[in-house]
């Protein structure tokens, strides 16, 4: 019997892990229950879901993604300086917490605050994956 192949639209069940080019460790379900994804719906990444398609069911493989492919380069421009000012209800939220912020034509971003001094914080709006190099481990258990 031929084993099945994930397309961009399958329904696939498996373990994966996503860690950095030091080990660290952003997600796991290694040690928990397969996770069962609707590819090309948002549920995965797009440079994650572009690894899986081709592989076969019972497969176990690792992926090796350079800034450029996974999230993209850090980009400066996207730390941006916000006066006190303009937080919503002068609101001053702590390091290291998520801040949504809105532009003028009504568009949100989230960002994480990197510093807080008295006239207000300094926001990265890059993805929190940006710039770093990942590995992307799965083991396909099955296609739904």
């Known amino acids: 019997m031929n084993a099945e192949i994930i397309t961009a639209n399958s329904l696939i069940t498996l373990h994966y892990r996503v860690t950095n080019s030091d080990g660290f460790e952003f997600i796991s379900t290694f040690d928990h229950r397969p996770a069962t994804l609707q590819l090309g719906t948002g549920e995965l990444a797009p440079p994650f879901e572009q ?10 493989r690792s992926f090796d993604l350079p800034p450029d492919v996974a999230f993209g380069a ?10 006190r000012s303009d937080l919503p209800d002068d609101a001053m939220p702590e390091i290291l ?4 912020m809105q532009n ?14 008295d006239d207000g914080l300094l926001v990265d709006f890059n993805h929190p994956l940006a710039g770093k190099s990942l590995r992307f481990e ?4 099955g296609i739904l």
């Not at 850090?74 to 006066?83: E, S």
């Not at 917490?97 to 949504?100: C, E, K, L, P, Q």
């Not at 003028?104 to 001094?117: H, K, L, S």
């Open 51 to 60: 690894c899986l398609i081709g592989l076969p069911t019972d497969t176990c």
């Open 74 to 83: 850090h980009n400066p421009d996207l730390v941006q300086r916000i006066r």
């Open 104 to 117: 003028a034509a009504g568009q949100q971003f989230t960002g994480i605050v990197r510093e807080r001094d």
């Open 97 to 100: 917490a998520n801040i949504t």
């Open 138 to 141: 799965v083991d396909i258990k």
